[in-house]
């Protein structure tokens, strides 16, 4: 089945920076890809969707973009607060509907 | 705005007993999901359901587990002899038809002692 990975386990910026963080996938490319974000003790919580026809898709101050070639998606935080500190994890959909997920990146917005 | 909601927060329970834990989808949602979180590992995939059925099941969703939709707004997950690994973060998700996205409920923690 499909693989997933995010690279970064963890990941620290100054507010009002640009966070990315980046997930790659192994085999085909999925139809569509998801992030999440996750806080502590708490489910998933959807953000965004990109199929694999998309190049880009925005959403406030968010941004994913999906790359087929590179098998590779970047998820974007722009003018980052402390209040988006979470963990962001993405997730593609398998042909039988269930999700499987990376192992997610840890963001710390410092003020 | 609609959610997905689970019951207990918190389970804890003993070695070899059994528990259910409950949850109440989206009203108007027909898949439904559990997936489980080990304290600090990834989310996974355990069970899918449509349909009053099982559509897909993983490795992890062995004769210890089932699933049940008991009436038109409950979903449970049962694990009929606890073990100490079971010990996890249980998730509910369910998805409209046609729908690409999974909502999921706040979780279920069940610590096996």
């Known amino acids: 089945s499909q693989k997933i990975e995010q690279n970064s386990e963890a990941l620290n910026i100054q507010e009002g920076k640009t966070a990315t963080l980046t997930c790659n996938y192994t085999n085909y490319s999925p139809a569509y890809l998801q992030w999440y974000r996750q806080d502590p003790g708490r489910g998933p919580v959807f953000l965004l969707l990109?199929?694999?026809?998309?190049k880009e898709k925005r959403k406030e101050r968010l941004k994913v973009t999906f790359d087929t070639t590179l098998k590779q998606s970047l998820f974007h935080i722009t003018a980052s607060q402390p209040a988006d500190s979470a963990t962001y994890l993405c997730a593609l959909v398998q042909p039988t509907r269930q999700l499987t997920f990376g192992s997610g990146t840890q963001l710390t917005v410092l003020p | 705005e609609p959610e997905v909601t689970q019951t207990p927060s918190h389970q804890v329970t003993q070695m070899g007993q059994e528990v259910i834990l409950r949850c109440v989808p989206i009203?108007?949602?027909?898949?439904f999901y559990w997936y489980r979180q080990i304290l600090g590992q990834k989310v996974e995939f355990l069970v899918s359901f449509y349909n009053n059925e099982i559509s897909e099941k993983s490795e992890i969703f062995d004769d210890q587990f089932s699933v049940e939709r008991p009436d038109g707004s409950n979903f449970t997950l049962k694990i009929r002899s606890t073990k100490l690994e079971d010990s996890a973060m249980y998730f509910c998700a369910s998805n409209g038809q046609g729908a690409d996205t999974q909502y999921f409920g706040p979780g279920t923690r069940l610590t096996v002692l």
């Open positions: 009203s108007n949602h027909l898949y």
């Open positions: 990109i199929r694999e026809n998309e």
